[in-house]
């Protein structure tokens, strides 16, 4: 065989989700190599014939994507308890890994698991997922210097309108229905109790910094702050929208000094930029 049949004989083998002996004699398989010659690709050792050392990786698999997703969503493998398993497998089988590498396998965990209907409560575990993905996203970005304090207090008051604020790349802002939030904070000590799912709306920050990623809650009028800079606005545009708002939504003038504050030593901005000039308008006629 050549080598890249090879690989993709081994690759259908291996991810097959049905036992080694199907798996070798799926049509997938059987398109690269028959069943009967298996030993002239891998020979049998002195304790295991050439299927059983196949069976070695082909059974190790599911249990490979288990670990990965536990990795990633710890909280919802805490709350599912032996369901997670399967979850596993309902979600492999909807969404199987497709790249080199598992890093990304969970990524439509949040999606799948807004969609399923047996695993309850639904929106609870979609909103615990896409707080752990946010964690996971932040933890997996690209480095970036910070922002120091000192970096902003050097713009001059008349200028600071006119520019924007670079969000860090590990920043994400996450909206919640569900107490996902207070949940995940008691996963790692089992002498808390852990709240029941309920609703409650709330506001959470992830970034990462030194290497660790950290997550607080904020306001939802500091939230939308938080986005319309992620879209990178400037920060005219950015207090003017937040004053605007109407009740919770809405900014008061003194809470930018605090926030700023807070969120340049929590290291969620990257650097300053200039804002860019909105294009001139030309008539025509």
Same mark, same amino acid.
């Given at each position: ?6 690989q ?7 991810v097959h ?12 398989? @059987? *398109? !690269? ?13 002195? #304790?295991?014939?050439? #299927?059983q ?5 082909q059974?190790m698999?599911? +249990? ?6 536990a990795?990633?969503y710890? =909280?919802l493998? !805490?709350?599912? =308890? ?12 909807? !969404? ?6 598992? /890093?990304r ?23 615990? #997922?896409?707080?752990e993905l @946010?964690?996971?996203e932040?933890?997996?970005s ?12 050097a713009i ?5 309108g006119? &520019?924007? +604020?670079v ?5 994400r802002v996450?909206? +919640?229905?569900? /107490?996902?939030a ?11 109790? !852990?709240p ?7 506001? $959470?920050? $992830?970034?990462?910094r /030194? ?8 306001s ?14 400037? &920060?005219?545009?950015v207090?003017?929208? #937040? ?5 919770r939504?809405? *900014?008061? @003038? =003194?809470d930018?000094?605090g926030?700023?504050?807070?969120w340049? *030593?929590? =290291? $969620? ?17």
């Open positions: 065989m050549r080598l890249a049949s090879l993709r004989w081994m690759q259908t083998v291996v989700p049905g036992t080694t002996e199907q798996a070798l004699r799926s049509p997938e398989a @059987a *398109a !690269h190599l028959k069943p009967a010659r298996l030993e002239t690709v891998l020979l049998p050792s002195k #304790a295991l014939s050439a #299927a050392r196949v069976a070695i990786y059974e698999y599911p +249990l490979r994507m288990r670990d990965a997703l990795s990633d710890p =909280g493998e !805490h709350f599912l =308890g032996d369901s997670f398993w399967d979850f596993v497998t309902a979600y492999t089988s909807a !969404h199987p890994s497709r790249g080199y590498t598992l /890093n396998l969970g990524d439509q965990v949040p999606a799948f698991l807004g969609r399923q209907k047996t695993l309850k409560p639904r929106g609870f575990l979609k909103d615990l #997922a896409r707080l @946010a964690i996971t932040s933890f997996d690209p480095e970036s210097g910070l922002l120091r304090a000192e970096d902003l207090e001059p008051p008349g200028r600071l006119q &520019i924007r +604020l969000t860090a790349p590990s920043l996450v909206d +919640l229905e569900w /107490n996902a207070d949940y995940l904070d008691t996963i790692r000590d089992e002498s808390h109790e !852990h029941k799912p309920r609703r409650s709306r709330s506001f $959470v920050a $992830v970034v990462r /030194n290497y660790s990623v950290y997550r607080f809650p904020v939802e009028a500091a939230f939308l702050i938080l986005s319309d800079l992620e879209e990178g606005r400037a &920060i005219s545009s207090v003017k929208r #937040a004053m605007g708002r109407r009740g939504r809405r *900014a008061a @003038a =003194g930018f000094t926030w700023f504050r807070q340049t *030593a929590e =290291g $969620v901005f990257s650097g300053i930029r200039k804002a860019k000039k909105a294009p001139t308008r030309r008539l025509t006629g």
